[in-house]
């Protein structure tokens, strides 16, 4: 319940930002822009659309985290409006949960908005039958964004924006890249192989939310996929909140 | 407790409750037992004591200052009662719950020092989550706050953004938040700093009305005045450590009373041997007052006045303020810690 009130109360800041309007203008601006390059693609207008519609979920829901998130906890701290909030009957953990929740519902509102730009550009054009692909396409790339918001709240209840920000960004492109990273891990001999296997392990598998090569073909995933994807954001973000919320704990608001 | 700081000069022990040594716990609403709070620094690893074995009672309903100079440990000693910081050792209890416990905060208002706020919230907004946050439901928060709002003289633009907000509005903004949800126990760092006169007087009111409704108030202040108006008891804290507790009352009490006597202008005669060193002599063109140091000597002192054919204008005595007191333990403290590091040198 009160883990609601922080959400209700950090949804209103993400939306009230003029960063996320900025960055929601800018994506509906790139979606549109991709029309006008239309005459170039040579018939691959709507695989274009998609492709960097999609992109642009991702690109610019990573920008938001950036720009908001990373900061989201440790403004909080700097600015002190978190003794306002901390010094009532409300646990840490639950004012982590608070905050992870509301920024990701302000980022699923930028993915259902773009999604819904680059679906009504394709509907305009006639591909009609690339609904279904890019609203899955669009589902993951929201949960991929729930996850990295995760590790934004992990690293803003623990470090100063900046820190924080490369921390997230470093996370994401391991995480892009974790499938390679696991592949060296098989090559690579000895500690050197573990220690990438761990590696892997620990950053968030985010190739998995990736489908935006199929959406761009118009083909759409299995439940099997959808549901493995959303279990493992679930699973890893409530690992990442578990994770700041015991580290969180013991600190200290001077 | 520290009794080495409480000295044998028939003050109350630090911290207990003066005509009430064994007080039952629960009857108190504050309660701290060595309560200690150290930092260590980052780079050189050298530790700072911040708190060091508070030992403080605050009984149900009373109304405590807290006093003591910057750094003395005044806002370490609200923020650990609030769980904004974690003791280093001792324990405390709010209205009987240890403060460990996230529910201890459930019957307390907190008002940081300086409070700071969201400021893309508008008055209504952010009333309506601190209510929310203190367990007030929905619709519930919703009318508190607006009554709240009214009672604090923001009622008329509810919905006028926090950035907006001159620094008066922001403290009532922040006492109500701490009172919507009629707490128990209201702890206040530093309520009336930087509010003009107008504003002192608001948050003074508050002050009061809520002591009328048998809230407990446990508050820092730098404006000795206003504590000597609102409180039943204070605690000077210095240096970290609880050096007194006692009614303004017993404080001021206690000290010597002065006398100033004014009167029409007096020849320049030295007092009788007996009043030298007691009093001091002020001339002004058409008036000399003397400032006598010892009440009980007053007699002897008018006497020799109309001796010497003085025409006594006014006599009154001079309390000393609590300010004046405050700055004396202050001293005194100072004097004592130079005192120690002799010795241990």
């Not at chain 2, 000693?77 to 460990?100: C, E, F, H, S, Y």
């Not at chain 2, 367990?135 to 926090?162: D, I």
Request: aromatic share 6%; net charge neutral.
């Amino acid at each position: 319940m009160k883990a609601a009130a922080i959400a209700r109360n950090t949804f209103r800041e993400a939306t009230r930002d003029r960063a996320l309007t900025g960055v929601l203008v800018a994506g509906v601006a790139l979606i549109l822009a991709t029309q006008a390059l239309g005459a170039l693609a040579l018939g691959e207008e709507s695989r274009l659309t998609v492709d960097l519609g999609l992109s642009a979920i991702s690109g610019f829901g990573l920008l938001v985290i950036v720009l908001v998130g990373t900061s989201l906890v440790a403004k909080e701290i700097e600015r002190r409006t978190i003794f306002n909030l901390l010094s009532r009957p409300i646990g840490r953990p639950a004012y982590l949960l608070g905050k992870w929740l509301g920024l990701s519902s302000a980022l699923w509102v930028v993915v259902a908005v773009l999604g819904l730009v680059v679906w009504l550009m394709l509907e305009v054009r006639g591909h009609g039958g690339y609904g279904p692909a890019v609203a899955e396409a669009a589902y993951l790339a929201g949960l991929e964004l729930t996850v990295v918001t995760g590790l934004a709240v992990l690293f803003s209840a623990l470090s100063t924006p900046v820190l924080s920000t490369l921390y997230t960004v470093g996370f994401y492109c391991a995480g892009q890249w974790s499938w390679d990273l696991r592949d060296f891990a098989e090559r690579a001999p000895g500690a050197l192989g573990v220690t990438l296997r761990v590696a892997a392990d620990l950053v968030p598998n985010l190739p998995i939310f990736n489908m935006r090569a199929l959406a761009a073909h118009g083909q759409v995933t299995t439940p099997f996929h959808l549901g493995l994807a959303t279990l493992y954001a679930l699973v890893y973000c409530g690992c990442v909140l578990a994770l700041a919320a015991a580290a969180f704990e013991s600190r200290d608001f001077k | 407790m520290r009794t080495s700081a409480a000295p044998a000069s028939g003050w109350p022990t630090p911290g207990r409750l003066p005509d009430a040594p064994d007080h039952p716990p629960e009857a108190l609403a504050i309660r701290t037992a060595g309560l200690s709070k150290s930092y260590r620094h980052n780079w050189t690893g050298r530790i700072v004591t911040g708190l060091d074995e508070l030992n403080l009672e605050v009984r149900l309903g009373e109304v405590m200052g807290y006093l003591g100079p910057n750094g003395a440990g005044k806002t370490t000693t609200l923020k650990l009662l609030t769980g904004l910081l974690k003791p280093t050792r001792g324990d405390a209890w709010l209205m009987g719950v240890p403060i460990q416990q996230v529910s201890s905060r459930r019957r307390i208002g907190f008002l940081p020092e300086q409070p700071y706020f969201y400021e893309y919230l508008n008055g209504m907004e952010y009333l309506e989550l601190a209510g929310q946050l203190s367990g007030l439901a929905g619709q519930e928060a919703h009318q508190q706050a607006r009554g709240w709002l009214g009672r604090v003289g923001l009622g008329e633009r509810p919905r006028l953004v926090l950035r907006k907000y001159s620094k008066g509005m922001l403290q009532r903004l922040g006492l109500a938040a701490a009172l919507l949800h009629q707490p128990d126990v209201l702890i206040l760092d530093e309520p009336m700093s930087g509010l003009d006169p107008f504003g002192r007087r608001d948050v003074r009111d508050l002050i009061l009305e809520q002591r009328e409704r048998g809230t407990t108030v446990l508050f820092s202040s730098h404006i000795l005045p206003d504590v000597e108006i609102l409180c039943d008891r204070v605690a000077i804290i210095l240096g970290g450590r609880l050096t007194r507790v006692a009614t303004v009352g017993q404080l001021v009490g206690a000290s010597h009373q002065q006398v100033e006597i004014r009167c029409t202008v007096v020849p320049p005669f030295a007092p009788e041997p007996g009043l030298v060193g007691t009093v001091e002599r002020r001339d002004r063109p058409h008036e000399t007052s003397f400032l006598l140091h010892d009440d009980t000597r007053l007699g002897e002192m008018l006497a020799w006045l109309l001796r010497v054919g003085a025409q006594v204008r006014a006599v009154t005595p001079q309390r000393a303020t609590l300010e004046e007191l405050f700055l004396a333990t202050a001293a005194r403290a100072d004097a004592d810690g130079h005192a120690d590091e002799r010795r241990s040198a």
